[in-house]
């Protein structure tokens, strides 16, 4: 499904007849920059598709193939144009970049397992033309089997890649050597933990077989996408960094046909979008003017009503005081103002107040809000602060849990709960549950018996939330049980229509004046990324409506990132006994604390995560010349 979600845009990097070498001068890769993950996957099939129908001669096209959750996109989309007809595979043969070792090919989670899932079950090649790293070859074949898999790979004609947020290209890891080949490596603890929600305790792969660098290097032509903010910074290394072995993707600046691809997440720390000003003239709206400011107040480290006219002067930001008009002191009390007015206590609108300065009109009042929470916790832990104060002020809020979140409960978790049922004298089904979870078998998704008392409990421990602050559970809390969700394992299916029918049903039914979303910007194929598409999909059904004339979006962070200030719409302080009310709801999802199920690199709980945000945006707002506060909560409006 096309992707719907994008930001909204506001001023920016005029293009229109400038040559491109003068802003992308600090680029050392040509880059493309697309809205969507879904309109970079379009340029990049196009090549594809071209390049193989170009191919003449017996030998066939050779294509490598990277995995991961990068190119899933392009995959569906060179299934799609193969069942069209614009493409055969028929005169094509692949390699693939990496591989766990050891692993059946057959497994789950092995890489050739997912190529195969995902791209070549579905197309037209021919089985001898597939070369994928094989990883049951004894180990002490190991050696031969990568010499003669290097006599293949390194005849790429197109190579398809992604890479790690530290700049791996396969599991060539940071240190890696320029001229390395087809070799078993070991793992790093970072690439360890990256993959071990993938696979069981017991079952994480130490060891992998990864092309090398020089191999990669080899190919005639190379593509790197990435998508998502969570890649922003290493892209940002390779496009315009040193070229160096500890940021492996940094050596395709060696390579003579080399192109990234990505999303505009995935580009915010690239000069010409972060700072646009550095690299040419720009469209100065009113939101590039306060991210102008905001940036020149972190580089020379002073507050908003501080700066000079010298300070503007030395850091580029001349043109835009010409572009204006105005002096540099009138600018500096009209971006002060500016963010001032972002900040509110009423979220929902005050009554019977002056609202031309506010960012929600005062009327009508009071409003009917849904929150929508990818999760059972991300309500409260996102913006429960918020939450809490619409609640307070009298609003009609609903909250919408769109996910069960079951996988996200572990084993011995539900195990507890059977066992409290029984000894409080419930009926006893724990010997039962007990061998529900014998039962599991290992890459399969878990039983929908298992799954049904996770979900439970998840749904209990979301009223519970909402109760410790006056909600009522059992009619402003909806569950709506997206079935993109529910496939038992970690890996997720594609939204659907009836994902959006749902969200479209309960819209229609409350005709909120509000609607909060989680507004992701990392992975397009991540649950909360798939949450915000359905509640655009809804959108797009219902915009027409009349209730919906007068509604709002807005759009919260999760528990690790926040918005960057120049965005922000609405600011929302909270008091200290107001985070510690919110602490207390997030407390409530017991299944989700002390232990994070997915912690990556951080190990903070996730309220640990909500309040160090929160508390480092009030940081932000104090450093700038506002007024200070315990915690602060910020908000984007979408439309």
């Not at 005062?362 to 849904?370: A, D, E, G, Y």
């Not at 799954?451 to 749904?459: D, E, M, P, S």
């Amino acid at each position: 499904m096309k992707s719907k979600y994008t930001l909204p845009k506001d001023g920016g990097l005029i293009t229109t007849g400038i040559p491109r070498d003068i802003y992308c001068r600090y680029e050392k890769i040509p880059t493309e920059i697309f809205e969507t993950e879904y309109a970079g996957v379009q340029h990049v099939a196009d090549q594809i598709v071209e390049a193989i129908n170009a191919h003449q001669g017996t030998t066939p096209f050779l294509l490598g193939l990277t995995t991961g959750k990068t190119p899933l996109g392009l995959y569906r989309e060179l299934v799609e144009r193969y069942k069209r007809g614009e493409v055969s595979f028929a005169n094509v043969a692949v390699v693939s970049l990496d591989e766990f070792y050891p692993i059946a090919p057959d497994h789950k989670q092995s890489r050739n397992y997912r190529i195969r899932e995902e791209l070549l079950n579905h197309i037209d090649i021919a089985e001898q033309n597939i070369h994928i790293l094989e990883a049951t070859v004894p180990v002490s074949e190991i050696s031969d089997y990568c010499k003669a898999y290097e006599n293949i790979a390194n005849k790429v004609d197109f190579m398809v890649i992604g890479m790690g947020e530290q700049g791996q290209l396969g599991f060539n890891e940071p240190g890696a050597y320029e001229k390395s080949r087809t070799r078993l490596v070991q793992l790093s603890l970072s690439s360890r933990k990256m993959v071990s929600s993938l696979f069981s305790k017991n079952e994480i792969p130490s060891m992998a077989i990864t092309m090398g660098l020089d191999t990669i290097l080899k190919a005639k032509r190379i593509v790197l996408m990435a998508w998502g903010e969570n890649k922003a910074e290493v892209i940002r290394q390779v496009v315009e960094g040193e070229d160096t072995e500890m940021v492996p993707a940094s050596l395709l600046q060696l390579h003579a046909d080399i192109e990234v691809v990505v999303d505009e997440f995935a580009a915010d720390k690239l000069t010409r979008v972060e700072a646009p000003w550095i690299v040419g003239q720009c469209e100065w709206t009113k939101k590039l003017v306060r991210k102008a400011v905001i940036w020149l107040c972190n580089k020379v480290d002073k507050p908003i009503l501080k700066l000079t006219y010298q300070d503007y002067m030395k850091n580029s930001l001349a043109d835009m005081l010409d572009s204006l008009g105005k002096a540099y002191d009138e600018v500096n009390i009209e971006v002060f103002n500016d963010m001032q007015h972002t900040i509110s206590g009423w979220p929902g609108g005050k009554p019977n107040a002056d609202d031309s300065t506010r960012p929600v009109p005062s009327n009508p009042f009071p409003k009917r809000v849904i929150i929508f929470s990818p999760h059972p916790d991300d309500d409260v832990i996102s913006m429960g602060g918020t939450f809490i104060r619409l609640t307070e002020q009298g609003h009609d809020v609903h909250v919408a849990y769109q996910t069960s979140g079951n996988v996200a409960v572990y084993d011995d978790v539900v195990v507890q709960h059977m066992d409290t049922a029984r000894e409080i004298g419930l009926p006893d089904r724990y010997d039962e549950v007990r061998q529900i979870i014998a039962s599991k078998v290992e890459g399969e998704p878990e039983p929908r018996a298992l799954l049904n008392l996770k979900g439970a409990i998840r749904r209990a421990e979301a009223k519970a939330a909402v109760r410790s602050f006056g909600l009522n559970d059992e009619t402003n809390a909806h569950f709506l049980n997206l079935p993109f969700y529910e496939t038992g394992g970690i890996k997720k299916g594609e939204l659907g229509e009836a994902d959006i029918e749902i969200v479209v049903k309960l819209l229609r039914e409350i005709k909120p004046h509000q609607i909060y979303a989680a507004g992701d910007l990392t992975d397009p194929h991540g649950t909360h990324r798939v949450c915000i598409e359905a509640v655009l999909g809804a959108w797009e059904v219902v915009q027409h409506d009349d209730w919906a004339q007068e509604c709002h979006i807005w759009l919260y962070r999760g528990a690790w990132q926040e918005w960057d200030l120049g965005m922000v719409d609405m600011a929302v302080p909270l008091s200290p006994d107001e985070l510690i009310k919110k602490r207390h709801a997030i407390f409530r999802h017991l299944s989700q604390k002390d232990i994070v199920p997915f912690p990556g690199e951080d190990h903070r709980e996730f309220w640990q995560r909500a309040e160090d945000r929160t508390q480092n945006t009030a940081r932000q707002y104090d450093k700038l010349g506002m007024a200070e506060y315990q915690a602060i909560e910020v908000f984007v409006r979408m439309n």
